[in-house]
């Protein structure tokens, strides 16, 4: 019945909109995400055109982003909730949307004119290069609806709200012309490495297309900047030199193109928006040292203008790779359900938007590419850099993308606890409180996860090793490894007092899941050591794993054998099994049938109607350990219950932020995280 309810409740709210949207509508709809400070979002709640509202970045900040067309002379908008004074224009009748892993696309219909509006943002995992590039596409066609030549002229612009979280900053820009018209916006007084309500404080924003004959330009105040267009279809190519605030006459960067006679599809106009910064992260490294490192693109091209160009030119390979992408993903997911793959496409862009590929420079000022590390950082519940238990939920997409990225993810964390600067027993929480500055915490004083952060280690060096044949990280940091596996051996099997991931819930003493993670992380220390050669270390430590799992057992079941319990002696107590999920991904079969059967059987009987809670403390629960906890579930029935809860929720109307994983199952309402990239914990399905 509950699963009624949340359908009939999904199927009223999807036929309340204007538009048809597949695979649905989602909370907010990815524009332009490729990195965290260039992640720009169409904002929905019950459902919003693309000119129905402004494009914010993740926090819901305006990030100004305007579109109009003229057809026949007439103005319609298509992008963005401009007012200009003045200016008669119509707005273009939205009527349908779809998103893939990569892509978001609208249709609009201007008059006897239909207008395509597509917003790519590549997903290049396998290319370092390209997946390095902070820039995204936008892409325009037109097409006439009747039959007959109509007279079609394309205008965009966005504003300087891209390169500042404080509007009240003074901006300069200059406009460079060529093959490329390319408009640079940046702060007068940057702050190098600091942000303002997340937004990064240096670099520039950049906004380009190619150029032709019939390309156009202007900057100045947005009002004057787009009544111009409104009213002759063309740009002045004049560059406005009055630099001032952001919020000051709203400076605008447009764009023009004119078509010409559309009667059949036209070419599409492209558009590269993005934010380029330079260096991305101070890393720490011996002796309290800072290490600049540089977004790994520098090492192919000399200058923004070079790439920009190139990111234009290559738009249609880029296109190419990402549909085929968008395929292969669609294929998997579906394999599962169509629910499942509309989840799972929903998640790829904001779970890759968090990461940033860097390489260093050698003595001799070349580019070090063999020194490759890639930075996350912790949107919207943190700021903090490569945070352990946030690259774990999100480690089944980096698996499914390439698992090197999650190498060269782990490589930061483990290179500065072996410098020794580190001084707990237990693996570090996160690399740095504030990104992008990844200093350590030589005072140990990181919010403490110690059997959590130690399991999630182990867990994800052995996965990728596993995926891989890449023992690399094993051999060079196996001290660690072992340090780490003997705090484990002292505190997993009857954990302290402490927080695990779900730090919100608080803290509390004999957690029955964060136990399972601390066991199959020693089990996974004894994998690591049997991939060495070392015998007598893994023999050891299966024993110590599996006697934990026999004596966990007498723990961890509730009175009535119905459930596991949420801690030590709670047989009221219950909570999503979550980490049980590692012992399938690696493969150990280190906990019996037995317990997946009665955990199946047990979360039947305490579903609500947007799925299940976390635990029995509160009613909200997490998209990401719900989704982990589907993968084991060992009958489809019990499976399908947590898809479709995700899935509605994704769907409900509810919520206008880029996707939260933290929501209510009464009635859906998120909880306030937002953007984060745990949801790459969606893909846990196709990583098995």
Do not use: C
Request: hydrophobic share 40%; proline share 4%; aromatic share 12%.
């Amino acid at each position: 019945m509950l699963r009624l309810i949340s359908f009939l409740f999904f199927f009223a709210y999807v036929q309340a909109l204007d538009w048809t949207a597949t695979p649905f509508n989602p909370p907010s709809i990815p524009l332009a995400v490729r990195t965290p400070y260039l992640s720009a979002w169409l904002p929905q709640g019950s459902g919003a055109a693309l000119n129905d509202v402004w494009p914010t970045f993740w926090t819901g900040s305006v990030l100004g982003w305007a579109g109009f067309v003229k057809v026949d002379g007439t103005a319609y908008s298509f992008l963005g909730s401009a007012n200009v004074p003045g200016a008669t224009f119509q707005k273009a009748a939205q009527t349908s949307f779809i998103f893939t892993s990569t892509q978001s696309t609208f249709v609009l219909v201007a008059g006897p004119v239909q207008l395509t509006v597509s917003f790519l943002s590549p997903v290049d995992a396998t290319d370092l290069v390209k997946q390095s590039i902070p820039l995204a596409y936008m892409t325009v066609s037109a097409a006439s609806t009747d039959g007959a030549e109509h007279s079609v002229r394309v205008y965009t612009d966005i504003s300087a709200e891209w390169v500042s979280g404080d509007t009240s900053l003074t901006v300069n820009w200059t406009t460079s012309t060529g093959n490329v018209v390319a408009h640079q916006v940046q702060l007068t007084d940057p702050s190098v490495l600091s942000e303002v309500n997340d937004h990064t404080q240096y670099g520039s924003a950049f906004y380009s297309t190619i150029s032709t004959d019939r390309t156009t330009y202007q900057t100045g105040a947005d009002v004057m900047v787009r009544a111009q267009f409104i009213s002759n279809g063309v740009l002045p190519n004049t560059q406005d030199t009055d630099f001032r605030a952001v919020s000051d006459n709203w400076p605008v960067f447009a764009l023009a193109s004119d078509l010409g006679s559309v009667s059949s599809s036209t070419d599409s106009l492209i558009f590269a928006v993005g934010h380029i910064r330079d260096p991305a992260i101070s890393y720490i490294i011996a002796n309290n040292g800072h290490q600049a490192r540089s977004l790994y693109f520098w090492s192919q091209y000399s200058d923004a203008a070079s790439l920009i160009e190139s990111f234009l030119q290559g738009y249609p390979d880029a296109h190419s790779q990402a549909s085929a992408f968008d395929s292969q993903v669609e294929s998997d997911a579906y394999a599962i359900s169509e629910d499942y793959a509309g989840v799972v496409a929903l998640s790829i862009r904001q779970a890759m938007g968090s990461m940033e590929v860097t390489i260093s420079k050698s003595t001799d000022g070349s580019w070090n590419t063999d020194d490759v590390l890639v930075f996350m950082k912790e949107i919207s519940s943190d700021g903090n850099v490569n945070t352990v238990d946030v690259i774990f939920p999100a480690w089944p997409v980096l698996l499914y993308t390439n698992p090197t990225l999650g190498k060269h993810l782990l490589e930061p964390l483990f290179r500065y606890q072996a410098t020794g600067q580190y001084p707990n027993a237990w693996s570090i929480h996160d690399i740095g409180s504030s990104y992008p500055k990844a200093y350590g915490h030589n005072d140990g004083g990181d919010e403490a996860m110690p059997v959590e952060e130690s399991g999630n280690m182990l867990i994800m060096s052995l996965s990728y090793a596993q995926r891989t044949g890449d023992n690399t990280h094993l051999t060079t940091y196996f001290d660690l490894l072992d340090q780490w596996t003997q705090f484990l051996i002292t505190d997993a099997l009857i954990p302290a007092n402490q927080i695990s991931t779900d730090d919100f819930a608080g803290s509390l003493a004999n957690q029955t899941n964060l136990a399972i993670k601390g066991i199959i992380g020693i089990r996974a220390m004894a994998e690591i050591a049997s991939l060495l050669g070392n015998t007598a270390k893994s023999d050891n430590y299966t024993s110590i794993a599996e006697s934990y799992v026999t004596r966990w057992q007498t723990l961890a079941v509730s009175d009535s054998g119905e459930h596991l319990t949420l801690s030590y002696g709670n047989s009221s107590s219950w909570g999503l099994s979550y980490n049980l999920y590692a012992d399938k991904l690696l493969g150990l079969n280190l906990f019996p049938t037995s317990v997946y059967e009665t955990q199946t059987a047990w979360y039947k009987t305490v579903t609500e109607p947007f799925g299940i809670p976390l635990d029995t403390r509160h009613t909200y629960t997490k998209s990401d350990w719900e989704i982990w906890t589907s993968a084991f579930m060992t009958d489809n029935e019990t499976r399908d219950i947590f898809i479709l809860a995700v899935r509605n929720w994704a769907s409900d109307g509810r919520s206008s932020q880029p996707l939260g994983d933290w929501y209510e199952t009464l009635n859906g309402n998120p909880e306030g995280f937002r953007a984060r990239p745990v949801v790459g914990g969606h893909l846990a399905f196709l990583v098995l």
